[in-house]
């Protein structure tokens, strides 16, 4: 008899987060770790090769650092192990609306039905000049998924609303669809009388608050609606509202405003939390049109405009053949340095909307996702995308959503998710740094003056950056720092002016501390070869004076 001990069997206690891209699948490996749960692989391919190829993919990812004893159990581990996943709407949801009586109302319906999640694909408007027949025509020829009639009771006439009701009733006599009336409860009735039974559904009027933001309850209904009409917008579990509810949760947890970009093939999500306040504040919207497939590359005068923004010579035909490869194939990766400059261009414009938009404001830490903006070929593309396309005025943390994990840690249920986030707190997001951004200044003068103390480390400054100018300053990962700034009269840092010298603590990263005085937006030199040459120094600075884990293995 052999009473030799038996060693013990080896085990993995592992989960899985999983978030399927319309282009791209990102999929985690969790696994606990001397009593944490820490991220041990992750992987993202195309959402075409499916559920088998991206097992075999993790699999052999962990290979790599597994026990060997695991190593030949490592696919039935993953078969079997808990999964969180989320999928974004493999098709997005196409409203046509109908204002009556002025702007106000057409851009507060707008403003509800986008942040909702729907594409508005067709409008019409008593006062947008066309003839009614044209109207009727655009309607009838635009293939939607449900309607929305709006119109604020203080200023539209019965007959304006009836003529415009049955505008939408004539266009939508052969395909249908489900009628949301925005507007004053005395017409429901007679309006109801124009459709068939149960296609009017009543609801109160948009209406904009101070923050641009789309308020009452019109905005759940047409998040209900979409959930009701259009396969896999499922609540949660839909990967744009898993990215809103993580977002603020990690503002609730670090009492922090927090902004957050999905930058996807078709969705574009942004949030922007305050964790400051209890419950936080939050506003944001999943704009279904606002990825790189929009429809508005397909525009040749989108490309003539991203043509002449770029830093590199690039021909107009050539740039528009490359958004069209993006559109038709969102899940390609670009071809060489030229293909890249047009996705990373394109990728600024989508931002740059996104910062335009009513609601967005400073933030204390910006959070970047999907796959242009996590999966940049360097840390410092991902930074300079950042920066340039949203210009995060102030001194704001910069940080990645490398791995894709908070969308599907944000579609766990509300007593879950605080549990889910604090797990994995330490492996959230990769900080690339921090940016200081400014605003104003007089062109050719010092913006700012900057001094970075280092504990153990001799000081360095002043640093003296001028208006137009951007610069980094070596500050790695895990480091803490003091900075003292001394700013421009003319120079704002976003925050309401208690003086020129302010005092801050920043955070490390990949890329480092960014002094960027370009602007907010950035203003560019007219002609087109100043306007490359200042491009090329930005670019470069950004690439300079490289800190440890500036790699892309870093990330």
């Known amino acids: 008899m052999n009473l030799a001990p038996h060693a013990a069997a080896p085990t993995a206690e592992v989960s899985l987060l999983i978030d399927v891209g319309s282009a791209w699948t990102k999929a985690t490996v969790v696994g606990r770790a001397r009593g944490r ?30 026990d060997q004893r695991l190593r030949d159990r490592l696919r039935e581990i993953l078969a079997v192990a808990p999964r969180i996943a989320c999928r974004t709407p493999r098709r997005t949801g196409r409203l046509a609306i109908a204002a009556i009586a002025g702007e106000h109302s057409a851009a507060a319906a707008r403003h509800a039905a986008e942040a909702a999640g729907w594409m508005v694909a067709v409008t019409s408007d008593p006062d947008d000049g066309r003839p009614l027949a044209e109207r009727i025509a655009a309607l009838s020829a635009t293939d939607v998924d449900a309607w929305l009639l709006a119109a604020p009771g203080e200023i539209a006439t019965p007959e304006q609303v009836l003529e415009e009701a049955s505008i939408v009733a004539a266009a939508r006599h052969a395909r249908g669809g489900p009628v949301v009336w925005a507007g004053p409860h005395s017409l429901t009735e007679q309006l109801a009388g124009l459709f068939e039974e149960g296609a009017l559904r009543a609801i109160a009027p948009a209406e904009i608050e101070d923050g641009g933001q789309a308020s009452g309850p019109l905005r759940a209904d047409l998040e209900h609606l979409l959930e009701q009409v259009v396969e896999g917008h499922e609540g949660r579990r839909a990967s744009p509202t898993g990215f809103r509810r993580a977002i603020t949760e990690l503002a609730r947890q670090e009492h922090l405003r927090i902004g957050g970009i999905d930058l996807g093939a078709h969705y574009a999500t942004w949030v922007l939390a305050d964790g400051r306040e209890e419950p936080p504040m939050v506003a944001g919207a999943a704009l279904a049109s ?74 204390d830490v910006l959070i970047g996702a999907g796959r242009l903006i996590a999966g940049a070929p360097s840390p410092a593309r991902a930074m300079q995308l950042m920066l340039d396309g949203i210009r995060p005025v102030g001194i704001a943390q910069i940080a990645l959503d490398r791995a894709g994990v908070l969308p599907p840690l944000g579609s766990v249920s509300d007593d879950e998710i605080a549990e889910a986030i604090g797990f994995l707190r330490d492996d959230l997001v990769v900080p690339l740094g921090t940016a200081i951004v400014s605003r104003g200044g007089r062109p050719g003068h010092v913006a700012f ?69 370009r602007d907010a937006p950035i203003q560019l030199p007219r002609r087109t070869d100043d306007r490359r040459s200042v491009q090329r120094a930005w670019h470069e600075a950004l690439l300079a004076e490289p800190v440890p884990e500036r790699s892309v293995s870093a990330l």
Request: net charge negative; proline share 5%.
């Open 37 to 66: 749960w820490r991220i041990v692989a992750n992987v993202a391919q195309p959402t075409a090769w499916g559920q088998a190829a991206l097992d075999e993919t993790l699999a052999a990812r962990l290979a790599i650092g597994a």
């Open 290 to 363: 606002g990825g790189l497939g929009s429809i508005a590359f397909g525009s040749p005068q989108v490309a003539g405009r991203l043509a002449r923004e770029m830093s590199g010579h690039v021909d107009e035909l050539a740039v528009a053949d490359a958004l069209q490869n993006l559109r038709s194939r969102p899940g390609s990766i670009p071809n060489g340095e030229e293909e890249l400059g047009v996705a990373m261009a394109a990728g600024r414009m989508q931002l740059a909307s996104i910062a335009a938009t009513p609601g967005w404001g400073s933030v």
């Open 449 to 517: 003056r900057v001094t970075l103390h280092r504990a153990g480390w001799p000081s360095i400054g002043p640093v003296e950056v001028r208006v137009g100018q951007v610069s980094v300053l070596p500050l790695a990962r895990g480091e803490q720092a003091e900075v003292e700034l001394q700013t421009d009269e003319s120079v704002s840092l976003g925050a309401a002016r208690r003086g020129r010298h302010v005092q801050a603590q920043v955070s490390g990263g990949s890329v480092g501390l960014v002094l960027d005085a």
